[in-house]
Every structure is written in C-alpha cells, then in structure tokens.
C-alpha cells in the first residue's frame, strides 16, 4: 500500500496526514505523551472501566497513526504488552521520525499488515483493542465491517474491551454501530460526537458493567492526577446526552 505522507505543525502542534486535508494524528511537542486530539482521549476511556493496575495486560492496536495511542500506553501502562498492527510501511516510518514513535522491545511490536486478516488468522487474547484505521480519505474499509468486528471479539480476553474510533463514517453511522451491538450481543456504547465529528463506539466482554455516574467522575478525577488524561469532560458529555440511564453506565 502506497501512502502520501505528509506533515505539518502549527502552534506547537505537528500533524499527520495522508495526502489529504484530513488530520490522521497529532502530537504536542512539549508534551508528546499526552493525547492532543479529543477523540485519542475518549478511546482510552475504557480505563475508567477496569481496574487499571492490572488492566490492560495487553493491547492490540490496529492502524498506528501518529502513534499517538501507542506513545500513551507505553509510558502510562507499564503492565501492558502491545502490538501494533498498521498497514502502511509509510506511516510507521513517519511515526519513527516525526512522532517519538518508541523503540520496540519487549513488550513493544509492530506488524505490517492488514488489521482485518490480522484479526481473523490471529489466536492471541488481548484485553484492549483500539481500532483507528483510515485510508486518505478517512474511510475504514474492511475495519467497519460485521466480519472483522466478530474477528475481534474473538481476540478479546474474558475483560476485554474494544474502542473503535468511527470518524469518516457519518452517513453510515448508525449502521456501523449496528455492526458492533450485533457483533457484541447489544453490550456495545457509542459515545456522542466531539468536537471533531469523530465518534468513538465501545464494545466489552465478561461480566456485565455497571458504573454509578459519581463513581466515573471519581475515576476521571484519578486517571487525570495519575496520568494527566482528562476524561471528566466525557463523563459530562455522557450524561447530558442521556447516555447513562438512571445515572449508571451500563455495558
């Protein structure tokens, strides 16, 4: 897959793009362990859901970017093992340059392929999987699909969550979570749109959860003096929306 990598900064800000207008990733450069974009942030949300001293033990990541989700868990998550899977040569390459994309190691790797095969010929478990793949014109192609996403329900451990970032696909939005709550027997959330149009859709494993609403601004409260993530304004965003029910995330 050939694809047109360019960058560009402004106000301390560089940006990642694929030959478009679109902004495929981002990274502050004083501060390129934090997630500059909004929707970055809400895809880590599902550390307001688990225990996170524990969790995530491993995390799949498919389409690499600025490498922006990868930065994150490698420097806050030190328990997490992490593979990435990104189709494009290019972007890991840019990644490495441009982004402070980290050394692999360990409990670091990158694969170069298809996020959706990887899926589906794959028999590891993974606690987390972050689905974030776009082409140039910010389409998901075989990443929004019914087939891939009971492929990665099949990865995922006895607590594993999926997060999938479904900007792009506004027409077809309500049908892409569609996909998932069928894909995830209805345990599946769709936050409400940020201020950049992305969506970001959850789908979870295991015993059911149920979070009181006073209990995800405590956690937001900690994850923010732990980490320097600030997901309280999600929280917010979830309740005025009427997304948890008698004040409860339910999933």
């Known amino acids: 897959m050939s694809t047109p990598i360019e960058i560009s900064e402004s106000a301390g800000v560089r940006y990642l793009h694929f030959g478009s207008e679109w902004v495929q990733g981002a990274m502050r450069i004083r501060r390129p362990?934090?997630?500059?974009?909004?929707?970055?942030?809400?895809?880590?949300?599902?550390?307001?859901?688990?225990?996170t001293e524990?969790?995530?033990?491993?995390?799949?990541?498919?389409?690499?970017?600025?490498?922006?989700?990868?930065?994150?868990?490698?420097?806050?998550?030190?328990?997490t093992a992490i593979q990435v899977v990104e189709i494009a040569p290019a972007v890991v390459a840019a990644a490495r340059q441009f982004f402070r994309l980290p050394e692999e190691d360990?409990?670091?790797?990158?694969?170069?392929?298809?996020g959706a095969k990887y899926v589906e010929e794959s028999d590891r478990q993974f606690d987390l999987v972050?689905?974030?793949?776009?082409?140039r014109n910010a389409r998901a192609g075989k990443l929004d699909t019914a087939p891939f996403y009971e492929n990665v329900r099949a990865r995922l451990s006895d607590t594993g969550l999926m997060s999938a970032n479904l900007f792009g696909r506004s027409r077809g939005f309500r049908a892409s979570v569609e996909r998932i709550l069928t894909a995830f027997d209805g345990r599946a959330i769709a936050f409400p749109s940020c201020d950049s149009g992305n969506v970001v859709a959850f789908a979870a494993m295991g015993e059911r959860i149920s979070i009181p609403v006073a209990e995800l601004r405590e956690g937001a409260q900690a994850l923010k003096e732990k980490t320097?993530?600030?997901?309280?304004?999600?929280?917010?965003r979830l309740e005025q929306a009427g997304s948890l029910p008698g004040g409860q995330l339910v999933l």
């Open 106 to 114: 360990a409990r670091f790797a990158i694969e170069i392929g298809d």
């Open 33 to 51: 362990h934090a997630l500059e974009l909004a929707y970055t942030r809400e895809m880590m949300s599902g550390l307001l859901l688990r225990d």
């Open 130 to 135: 972050l689905v974030d793949g776009f082409d």
């Open 228 to 236: 320097g993530l600030d997901l309280r304004a999600t929280v917010t």
């Open 54 to 79: 524990s969790w995530p033990r491993s995390a799949l990541v498919i389409g690499l970017g600025a490498a922006s989700l990868v930065r994150f868990l490698h420097r806050h998550c030190p328990q």
